[in-house]
C-alpha cells in the first residue's frame, strides 16, 4: 500500500498566486520595448513572456506584484498600476 | 518554438525572492537532460509541497546535508546503467552547503564525481525563520545573531566555501548573482560543459531576511558585486580565469538598502569594517577597472 | 557448491549473487571484511557493481538511497555507530519506499566503546519502518541477504530490508556454506524494476514537503505494506526451500522442540545455536524444553509467535539490547502478543545477556531454563559481575 508518494511534473500550475496581489500590478505599456529579455530573465515566477519588441507581458494568473520588472526595464516600459485598473 | 518549462510558476516563493529567479535560470539553462537533488530549504519547500510541484525535471528531496551523497549515489547507478550523458546538479542554500552540507561535499569533491552543485547564498538560514549561518555576512542582524546592547550583530566573516573548493582540486568553481542573469547563464553552461566536480555559488538577496522591498532584490544583488563585498569570480582548473571588474561604490550604497544592516548606519567604526573586506576583496581579485593612461588610448 | 568461508566472504558472494549495482560503505568493525570483499571482486572484475567509498555511513546510507531511487540496486553494510550515525537517512529510505538492503553487523553502541557483539543497534532502528531479518549462522546469513531483497523489491511491499548478523560471531566465524548458483539466484530474484524512480523520460519529484493534510496516510501505508510482507515472506521461505531445498519453516520464526515443551526460551541471532545445544543436552535429560528462534522480527511476525507459545506454560525471553529505562525489547514485544488472549503462558520472564559481547554460555542457557522453575519473575542479568558496580562514586 502506499500513501502520497511521488508528484507529478509542473503541477505547481494548479495554484493561481496572481491571488498573493493586493495593491499594485505590473502594466507592459509595449511602446518603447527593445526585446532585451531582462524582465524576463529577472521575473521570479517566470511569468513574462515575449520574443519581438512591444510584445512583452505577464501572466496575472502568477504575478505576485513584485515589481521586479518595473526595476531593471532600461526603458521604463514597464509600469507599476493600481491592482483595480483594467487592462 | 515554444519553450520547455523546467520550472513552472505557482511556486510559493516571497515575492521578489532571489532564489527563485535563480533556481528557474539555472534549470532552464541545464535542460532536459538533468537530475536535480535538492537539500533541506527554501526552494525545496516552496518548489515541491504536496500535491504540487514546479520541477519540469527528474528531482529528489532527501534531507538537509546529503544532496551530495545522494547525487554521488545518482551518478554510480547511471554509470551502472551506462547513462552517464545525465546532468546532474545539486542545490542547497548556504546552510545546507557550508555548514552542515560540507562534509558530504567534500566527500563528493574529493571522490570527483561528475556533478554540478549549486549553493544558493542568501547568507542565513532563512527557511526557519533567518537564523545565522557560515555565509552569514560581518554585522548582519539575524534572529541569532541579533544586535543589541552589546552586540553589532553576526561576529564572523563569511566562510570562504569557492576557496574550500579549491584546495578539493575540482575543474570549475565560480560566483555568480541574480543581478548579473546572463552571467549566471553563462557560468552554468560552462560548468555543465566541465567533467568533473563543478561549485557555484549564486548571491541571491531574500526580501524577507534581508529587509528590503521584494522590487529592490535585483538592485541589492547589483550593489553586493558593485561594492566589491561580493566578488564575481571564475576559476577554471585551478587557475583565475575571469573577474568582474568594478568602479567600487561605498558599501554603504548596499548596506543602507537593507534592514538588517540598518543598526550599523550610525556606526563609522562599523561601516569601515566591512569597507575594509570589500577593500580586501578588491586587492585579492583585482577587482579595479583600470583607469585609461594616454598609452593605451592608441 | 559448498564452500569453507568465513562470514563476511560469505555475505559478500551472497550480495555478488544479488547483482547490487551500487555498493557504499564506511569502514566499522566488524564490518570491514564485507565492504572489503565487494572491492576486491570489482577490482577483479568478478562483478561489474559501482563502489562508492564514502566519507561516513549517513553518505552511505545517502548513497544507497540516490542509487535505488535512479533504479539500481543497492547495498550497504555497518554497525553500531554507524547504523545510529545514517539512522536519519534510513527513516528517509523507509519513507521514500525504496527497497535498499543493508547488512547490519550487530555490535554494541557506545558510550562506552566497545566492539564486540550484541544487538542494540538494529533493535533501537525497529521503528523505522525497516524489515528486520535475524541470522543464526552464516548458511542463514547467505540466504537472508537474497530472501531480503526479493522481499524489499515486492510490488506491495517496497519497504528497505536490514540482515542482521552477530558481530565477530558471523562475520570473522568460519562455517562451511553452500552458496547458490548464479543461474538459481537469477530466477528467484528478477531485475531490479521499480515502480517509480529518477527517470529523464518521466520527471517526477521525489522527496515533498507533506503537511498534516498529507503525512499520515503515508505512515499507514507503510504499517500495510509490514502485513503484505508478513504474507509475502511466507510466500518467498515457501519458494527459496523449492529453489534451493534449505527448509526454514515458515521463514517469520523458526520453533526447535518446542511441541511439548514446559519451558521456552525466545531469542534471536547466533545464540540460538547455543541454546539448541543447551536444549539437546536438557532433553536428554529427560526436561521438556525448546526454542523459539524469531528470525522475522520486523514485520512483527506476532500470530507466529501466539501460535508457537500458547500452550507454552513458562517463557524466558533472552535480549542482547535493552530499552533503557522501560522493558526489555524483544520481552516486552513477546507480552504483548498475550494480551486479552484465551491461552497464553503462565509467566513471561526478561533475560539480558551478552550485551558488550560477554559470552553467553551453555551454562548460563541451562541456567535460564533452571530459573524459570522459581517463582521470581523480575528482569534478570545474566553473568553479571557485581564487583564493578558502585552506587557512589
Known amino acids: ?87 | 518554438m515554444p519553450k520547455q518549462i523546467l520550472f513552472a510558476c505557482g511556486h510559493t516563493a516571497c515575492a521578489g525572492c532571489g532564489q527563485a529567479i535563480a533556481a528557474r535560470l539555472v534549470i532552464e539553462t541545464a535542460g532536459t537532460n538533468t537530475m536535480v537533488v535538492n537539500n533541506t530549504g527554501c526552494l525545496e519547500v516552496f518548489s515541491t509541497k504536496y500535491p504540487e510541484s514546479s520541477w519540469g525535471v527528474p528531482w529528489i528531496h532527501s534531507l538537509f546535508e546529503n544532496a551530495a551523497a545522494v547525487a554521488s549515489g545518482i551518478e554510480a547507478a547511471l554509470k551502472y546503467l551506462g547513462k552517464e550523458d545525465i546532468q546532474i546538479i545539486t542545490q542547497a542554500g548556504d546552510g545546507g552547503t557550508a555548514d552542515i552540507g560540507l562534509q558530504a561535499l567534500s566527500g563528493m569533491w574529493e571522490r570527483g564525481h561528475n556533478i554540478l552543485s549549486i549553493c544558493y547564498d542568501n547568507e542565513a538560514y532563512m527557511n526557519t525563520g533567518v537564523q545565522r549561518s557560515g555565509l552569514t555576512p560581518f554585522d548582519s542582524d539575524t534572529a541569532t545573531t541579533p544586535y543589541g546592547k552589546q552586540s553589532f550583530g553576526n561576529p564572523t566573516l563569511k566562510k570562504p566555501v569557492p576557496e574550500i573548493a579549491l584546495a578539493h582540486i575540482i575543474p570549475y568553481v565560480a560566483t555568480a548573482s541574480v543581478g548579473f542573469p546572463q552571467d549566471l547563464q553563462r557560468k552554468v553552461k560552462k560548468a555543465l560543459s566541465i567533467k568533473g566536480p563543478k561549485y557555484l555559488q549564486i548571491h541571491v538577496p531574500c526580501p524577507l531576511g534581508w529587509r528590503h522591498t521584494p522590487n529592490l532584490t535585483y538592485k541589492v544583488a547589483r550593489l553586493a558585486i558593485e561594492t566589491g563585498l561580493y566578488p564575481l569570480i571564475e576559476y577554471e582548473n585551478g587557475a583565475l580565469s575571469s573577474v568582474r571588474k568594478i568602479k567600487p561604490l561605498p558599501v554603504e550604497e548596499y548596506l543602507k538598502l537593507q534592514g538588517r544592516f540598518k543598526h550599523i548606519l550610525n556606526s563609522p567604526e562599523q561601516i569601515k569594517k566591512i569597507q575594509e573586506i570589500a577593500n580586501n576583496n578588491i586587492k585579492r581579485y583585482n577587482l579595479l577597472i583600470q583607469e585609461e593612461t594616454p598609452s593605451s588610448s592608441i | 557448491m559448498r564452500e569453507f568461508l568465513e562470514g563476511s566472504q560469505a555475505i559478500a558472494r551472497a550480495v555478488a549473487l544479488c547483482r547490487a549495482g551500487v555498493v557504499a560503505a564506511y569502514p566499522i568493525t566488524p564490518q570491514t571484511h564485507i565492504p572489503e570483499g565487494l572491492s576486491e571482486m570489482v577490482a577483479n572484475k568478478e562483478i561489474s557493481a559501482q563502489i562508492v567509498n564514502v566519507e561516513s555511513e549517513h553518505s552511505a546510507a545517502s548513497v544507497v538511497l540516490g542509487a535505488a531511487a535512479t533504479g539500481v540496486r543497492a547495498y550497504t553494510a555497518t554497525s553500531s555507530q554507524g547504523l545510529l550515525l545514517m539512522s536519519e537517512v534510513l527513516f528517509n529510505i523507509a519513507g521514500l519506499r525504496l527497497p535498499v538492503v543493508l547488512t547490519c553487523a550487530n555490535r554494541a553502541v557506545s558510550a562506552p566503546i566497545n566492539i564486540w557483539n550484541d544487538q542494540q543497534d538494529s533493535i533501537s532502528l525497529r521503528d523505522s519502518g525497516w524489515i528486520q531479518l535475524y541470522a543464526e549462522n552464516i548458511q542463514e546469513a547467505v540466504d537472508l541477504h537474497i530472501i531480503a531483497y526479493r522481499v524489499a523489491e515486492e510490488k506491495n511491499v517496497m519497504l528497505p530490508a536490514m540482515v542482521c548478523v552477530d558481530g565477530y560471531t558471523l562475520t570473522h566465524g568460519w562455517e562451511a556454506v553452500n552458496l547458490p548458483e548464479q543461474q538459481a539466484v537469477d530466477k528467484f530474484l528478477p531485475p531490479y524494476n521499480p515502480l517509480y524512480k529518477l527517470d529523464i523520460n518521466n520527471p517526477l519529484t521525489l522527496g515533498f514537503l507533506a503537511d498534516s493534510d498529507y503525512y499520515m496516510e503515508t505512515r499507514f501505508a507503510i504499517q500495510k505494506s509490514h502485513q503484505e510482507a508478513l504474507k509475502a515472506l511466507l510466500e518467498i521461505f515457501q519458494e527459496f526451500n523449492k529453489y534451493f531445498s534449505r527448509d526454514y519453516q515458515n521463514g517469520l520464526i523458526e520453533t526447535y522442540r518446542t511441541q511439548d515443551a514446559e519451558k521456552v526460551i525466545v531469542a534471536m541471532g547466533s545464540v540460538c545455536g547455543t541454546i539448541k545445544d543447551a536444549v539437546d543436552v536438557l532433553r536428554k535429560k529427560g526436561k521438556k524444553v525448546g526454542l523459539l528462534k524469531i528470525i522475522t522480527f520486523r514485520p512483527f511476525p506476532a500470530e507466529e509467535i501466539y501460535g508457537a507459545l500458547k500452550k507454552v506454560s513458562k517463557v524466558a525471553v533472552l535480549d542482547k539490547a535493552l530499552s533503557l529505562g522501560g522493558q526489555a525489547p524483544l520481552y516486552s514485544e513477546i507480552r504483548s502478543v498475550f494480551f486479552g488472549k484465551k491461552s497464553a503462558p503462565k509467566f513471561i520472564r526478561s533475560f539480558v545477556a551478552g550485551l558488550g559481547g560477554r559470552d553467553i554460555t551453555l551454562d548460563s542457557i541451562i541456567n535460564i531454563f533452571n530459573k524459570l522453575s522459581l517463582k521470581e519473575t523480575k528482569e534478570e542479568f545474566l553473568d553479571l559481575k557485581p564487583e564493578l558496580l558502585q552506587e557512589k562514586l
Open chain 1, 1 to 87: 500500500m502506499f500513501g502520497p508518494i511521488f508528484t507529478k511534473p509542473l503541477t505547481s500550475k494548479n495554484n493561481k498566486t496572481g491571488s498573493w496581489r493586493t495593491t499594485q500590478k505590473p502594466k507592459f505599456l509595449q511602446k518603447n520595448c527593445i526585446a532585451c529579455k531582462m524582465c524576463v530573465l529577472i521575473c521570479p515566477e517566470g511569468c513574462i513572456e515575449g520574443e519581438q519588441k512591444n510584445t512583452y507581458h505577464c501572466d496575472y494568473d502568477y504575478c505576485k506584484g513584485c515589481g521586479l520588472c518595473v526595476e531593471v526595464c532600461p526603458k521604463q516600459d514597464i509600469i507599476m498600476v493600481e491592482e483595480s485598473q483594467n487592462l
